[in-house]
């Protein structure tokens, strides 16, 4: 089994930015993919962002890339981050961290292709 753990989440100005980070402990000696989802309230849970488990790719939801940058602490993906900037009121939502061993290129983008998921952190945007 494998934890993980979201934090960084908070309230923050439009325009403004955050960092989360996601920490992954339990079974972390094969490389994850991971990647970042979130869900505002009485909308479906989205793909924000994923890195290979390789490290070396990385995708991005049209809607934050060019704002938002993930990225990896090691070679296994134990802790990972989401730097967001430039953020907007439609970016307010719970994120949640999401892992996987069983990633097929292609399949990154589907909240179905992870099995393992953190309790999520809350981030607001004033505007």
């Known amino acids: 089994q494998v934890q993980l753990v979201e934090s960084g989440g908070g309230l923050v100005q439009s325009g403004g930015s955050l960092r989360l980070s996601c920490a992954a402990s339990g079974r972390t000696f094969s490389p994850y993919t991971m990647a970042w989802f979130r869900q505002a309230p009485e909308k479906e849970r989205e793909f924000v962002s994923a890195?290979?488990?390789?490290?070396?790719?990385?995708?991005y939801s049209g809607s934050v890339r060019g704002r938002f940058t993930i990225s990896s602490a090691d070679t296994k993906n134990t802790v990972i981050y989401l730097q967001m900037s430039r953020l907007n009121a439609d970016d307010t939502a719970v994120y949640y961290c999401a892992g996987t061993l069983g990633w097929t290129k292609g399949t990154e983008r589907e909240a179905a292709t992870y099995d393992y998921w953190g309790q999520g952190t809350q981030v607001t945007v004033s505007s």
């Open positions: 890195i290979s488990n390789d490290g070396r790719t990385v995708f």
